[in-house]
């Protein structure tokens, strides 16, 4: 019987697997698919091949859309097509997408730049604790859940 339920748990883990991959791919894809559609003469991208270049021009032929790409420096420049699923990577486009969180810096005023309060010698000591009794609202307050393992 246990051997039953383990295979099934195993099983089921697997095909978890499975869909979980098919979601993660689909999205890649469609991500993938947009960021081709958005590419425009100027951009700088990387073929799947490891190419870097500069797309020139695109148009489509026989329904496939194509990027002519300009590769090298100087004398030593090169044009070739690639097909639109060649294109693998687009640089630059990360930094164009504006930021979802900034972080605020506040610093502290310096000890000599603080402001003392000044008072008289007999409040002082009216609040300051006397020894041997707590003030207990000054006291972080202990948890009375048992720790879980």
């Known amino acids: 019987m246990m051997e039953i339920i383990l295979l099934v748990v195993l099983l089921v883990l697997v095909v978890a697997l499975f869909v979980l991959?098919?979601?993660?791919?689909?999205?890649?894809?469609?991500?993938?698919?947009?960021?081709?559609?958005?590419l425009k003469p100027g951009d700088k991208v990387m073929t799947d091949t490891g190419v870097v270049g500069e797309v020139v021009e695109s148009y489509t032929e026989d329904e496939y859309k194509y990027f002519v790409l300009k590769t090298g420096h100087g004398e030593h420049t090169g044009y070739?097509?690639?097909?639109?699923n060649a294109i693998y990577y687009v640089f630059g486009k990360e930094e164009q997408q504006?930021?979802?969180?900034?972080?605020v810096v506040v610093k502290q005023p310096k000890a000599e730049e603080q402001k003392v309060?000044?008072?008289?010698?007999?409040?002082?000591?009216?609040?300051?604790?006397?020894?041997?009794?707590?003030d207990h609202a000054?006291?972080?307050?202990?948890?009375?859940?048992?720790?879980?393992?």
């Open 80 to 84: 070739f097509t690639v097909h639109a």
């Open 138 to 149: 000054e006291q972080p307050k202990k948890s009375t859940k048992k720790a879980s393992k």
């Open 21 to 38: 991959s098919y979601f993660k791919k689909k999205k890649f894809n469609t991500e993938l698919g947009s960021m081709r559609e958005e």
């Open 98 to 103: 504006p930021q979802a969180k900034k972080v």
């Open 117 to 134: 309060e000044e008072k008289p010698v007999e409040e002082a000591k009216a609040e300051q604790p006397k020894e041997g009794k707590v």
